[in-house]
């Protein structure tokens, strides 16, 4: 069974129980981790904080890699609000980060997705808010169940076949 696969059936697994929120959301398979920090959940959808596939394929990747795996997120991570588009390769920390562009922008507040993918292990996605004249601050993504899904499908097909 895919990872995406035990993902969505630990999710309904959740719903159906009645599960107190928030929660850890978490799934495994064929070493890699699927784990999301759910804040609420309905029929439709849910809210999440924090959303990230952790693997150990990662542990020793080349920053040519974390590229080419962010390249293949941004293609295929095309649903969200905002689109994805890379800002920062950070070539000390092993780190590639994605970022809405353009941001939400609404009054005096813009809110977007940040998306990390690490050398030792992790792909995290994230969304933020930032008001004039203070500091940014994480704020819960809403998605449908369906986003979801994609979401884990897509973090996980990103790490096949990249070299």
Known sequence: MR???????????????G??????LEAAAGGRRLVCELVALDRLGCSFDRLALISDELA?????????????????????????A???????????QLRSHPPHREEDRRTYYELHVRRGGEIALCRYEKQN???????????????????????????DHVE
Do not use: C, W
């Open 133 to 159: 004249g203070s500091s940014r601050r994480r704020v819960p993504a809403h998605v449908t169940r369906e986003v979801l899904s994609r979401l884990a499908a897509d973090l996980e097909a990103a790490l």
């Open 60 to 84: 020793g990747a080349s920053m040519e890699r974390l590229k080419k795996i962010s390249e293949k997120l941004v293609t295929r991570i095309t649903y969200l609000l905002e689109p994805l």
């Open 3 to 17: 990872l995406q696969s035990t993902f969505m059936k630990n999710l309904e697994s959740l719903s159906t129980g």
């Open 19 to 24: 599960a107190a929120l928030p929660t850890t």
């Open 86 to 96: 890379p800002i920062e390769l950070d070539e000390d920390s092993a780190v590639v």
